[in-house]
Nanobody, 123 residues
């Protein structure tokens, strides 16, 4: 059974940085496509970043140039480095293991979700 655990959230001022981590059990991150999502109050869960098994990355437009998704196979951990944070980045962030289809550029979320980690950016 896949279990995901996110951490690293917190309260930060606009312009600041945070690094989120997601540790997995029951799978090897090097062998799967992974993604970070976020859910702000009153909004639908939004796909933020994708990292394929081949190392391809994709970001939603609003975070391009500011966020970086990466993984450490030895630690079986996925990261989301978030720089130049804005108040609109405030949300609960979740990691997910799913399927990325490169020729359609679509990511299909898997069914396992962690508890999420809260990111709050003050203005």
């Amino acid at each position: 059974q896949v279990q995901l655990a996110e951490s690293g959230g917190g309260l930060v001022q606009a312009g600041g940085s945070l690094q989120l981590s997601c540790v997995a059990s029951g799978l090897t991150f090097n062998a799967v496509d992974i993604a970070w999502y976020r859910e702000a109050p009153g909004k639908q869960r939004e796909l933020v970043a994708v990292l394929s098994t081949g190392g391809y990355t994709k970001y939603t437009e609003s975070v391009k140039g500011r966020f970086t998704i990466s993984r450490d196979g030895a630690k079986n951990t996925v990261y989301l480095q978030m720089n130049s944070l804005k108040p609109e980045d405030t949300a609960v962030y979740y990691c997910n293991v799913g399927t990325f289809i490169s020729y359609t550029q679509k990511y299909y979320a898997g069914t396992s979700w962690g508890q999420g980690t809260q990111v709050t950016v003050s203005s």
